[in-house]
C-alpha cells in the first residue's frame, strides 16, 4: 500500500520549490556570510533574504528582530536561558503554562539551579491554559513567561492576547512556542503583543536545521553560544545557509499557501474526527474547535499508543502517540496528564498530523486501518 504520511507535527518532507529554491546553496551557491569576497557578500544577502521572508509571515517590526538558530528547541532555550540571565537585576521568576513543550520545560528547570523560581500553570481538560492562574502567579519580578502559540500533541490553540495583556500589566517578557502554530493559523506578533517567538523551519515544510528566535525590540537577551558573534552576538557559529535560504522560503510559500492549505486539512481533519470518534471508547483530546486545523488527536481506552503506532505502520500509514521528542521515555506524556487524563488513559493515545501529500480519498483507508488496530489490540489487551 502507498505510503500515508500523518506524522507532521514530528517531521514533513520538504516543500519541492523550497528545495528547489535552496539546493544550489548546498551545490555551487555556497560561502561564508562573514567572508568579505563576493562569494561571502552573496551568501550574506542570502541569509538577509531569508531574515526578511521570515519576519513578514509573523509581522514582525523589521528584519532585525529575527535571529536564525538551529531549530526550536535552541531558539526555546535561548528565549528562556537568554532573557532570565540577562535580566536578574530585575527578577528571579519564571512561568510556563503545564503543556509546553519539553524544550520550554527543561531550560525553566535547569534556571533552578541558578536560584530561579519556577512555576508551572495548569490547563482545563481542553489544554486552554488558565488565564486567572497566570494572573495570580504573575509578579514584577517574573522577567519570562512562556506559553506555547499552540500545542503540538493535542492541538489545542491558546488565548495569547489575553495572556500577553496580562502578562504586561503585571510582569516582564512572553516567550510563544509557536512551532506548530506557524503556518498553520496567523502569527502576528505585533498585534499580540509578543516579546519572543520561535519558530522551525521543518515545521514549515523547509529543511531541518534551521529555526528562528524573534525578540522585540528592547527584550535584552544574553547570547548561550559565544563565538564568532554571528547573528548580532546571539548565536555564534558559521551560518547553516542551505537551511536558512530554505526556511525564508518555507516562510514565503506559507503565507502565500496559508489559507488554502488550512481550509483543505481542516476538511480531511473534521471527517476523520467524525468516522474515528464512532469507534468504542474513543475519545477526541484537545479542544473541537479552538484547534489546528491540520490537527486531530485521539485516546482509546485499554491500548498502548506504541502498539498502534506500530501496527498503523504495518498498513504503510504513519502516527505518532505523542511528542517524538519524549518517545524516548515510557512515561505517559505530560501533556496529557496536565489535561486531568489518569495513567492509563493517557496511554493510549493517537495523533494525526495532516500535511500537503494529505488528501481526502485517503481518509477511508486510514479510517480502516485505526479500526481495524483498535480491534485487533483490544482482542490482545489483558485489560
Ligand atoms: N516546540 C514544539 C511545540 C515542538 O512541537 C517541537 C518539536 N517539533 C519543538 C519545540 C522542538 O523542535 P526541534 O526538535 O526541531 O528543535
Redesign the pocket.
Known sequence: MKKIYLDH??ATSVDPSVLAFAEGFLKDGYGNPSSLHSVGLKAKRVIEEAREKVAKLINAEGTENIVFTS????S?NLAIRGVALRNVKKGKKCIASAIE?I?VLNPMKSLQKDGFEFTLVPVDSYGIVDVKKIKDVLSEDTTVTSV?YAN?EIGTIEPIREISKMIHHKALYLHV?A??AAGHIPVDVQKDAIDLL?L?S??LHGPQGA?ALYIKKGVKVQSLLPGGGQERGLRSGTENLFAIAGMGEAARIAMIDMKDKSEKLKKIRDRLIKEILKIDECFLTGHSTKRLPHHASFRFSRIEGESIVLNMDMYNIQVSTG?A?SSKTLEPSHVLLAIGLKHEEAHGSMLLTLGTSNTIKQIPAIVKAVKETVGRLRKLSPL
Request: glycine share 10%; aromatic share 0%.
Open positions: 507535527a514530528s531549530g526550536a528547541t535552541e526555546n513543550h524544550s506555547m503540538n512556542d512551532t506548530a520561535t522551525s521543518n515545521d529555526g511528542s521528542c
